[in-house]
């Protein structure tokens, strides 16, 4: 069974950083595209970040390009998203998501993604 477990999700002031993971089981990582999307409230989801563990391309928002850099530790079949310089904007739950494959063309689409975790909440303050 494919689960997908978040954690690092806090309080956290503006400009701080916060690292979030995605453990991952019931497959392994080093085969798949695995992604983040988040959704503030009153918002649509949004992606924000995936790696190619195939290929090890990375893609990012432009929102969050310069300040999120997303990383995978095979050994742990976890996935990482270091936050750094958070903004209000940020605040949002975050998944973690899924899939075969994605292209730099479709991988911010949700419908691209087959498996999503629970979510970790993140809240930015000023």
């Known amino acids: 069974e494919v689960q997908l477990v978040e954690s690092g999700g806090g309080l956290v002031q503006a400009g701080g950083s916060l690292r979030l993971a995605c453990e991952a089981s019931?497959?392994?990582?080093?085969?798949?595209?695995i992604g983040w999307f988040r959704q503030a409230p009153g918002k649509e989801r949004e992606g924000v970040s995936c790696?190619?563990?195939?290929?090890?391309?990375?893609y990012y928002a432009d929102s969050v390009r310069g300040r999120f850099t997303i990383s995978s530790d095979n050994a742990k079949n976890t996935v990482y998203l270091q936050m750094n310089s958070l903004k209000l904007e940020d605040t949002a739950v975050y998944y973690c998501?899924?899939?075969?494959?994605?292209?730099?063309?479709?991988?911010?689409?949700?419908?691209?993604?087959?498996?999503w975790g629970q979510g970790t909440q993140v809240t930015v303050s000023s």
């Open positions: 998501v899924q899939a075969y494959h994605v292209t730099g063309s479709s991988w911010y689409d949700d419908y691209e993604w087959d498996y």
């Open positions: 019931g497959f392994t990582i080093d085969g798949y595209a």
């Open positions: 790696v190619n563990n195939y290929d090890n391309n990375t």
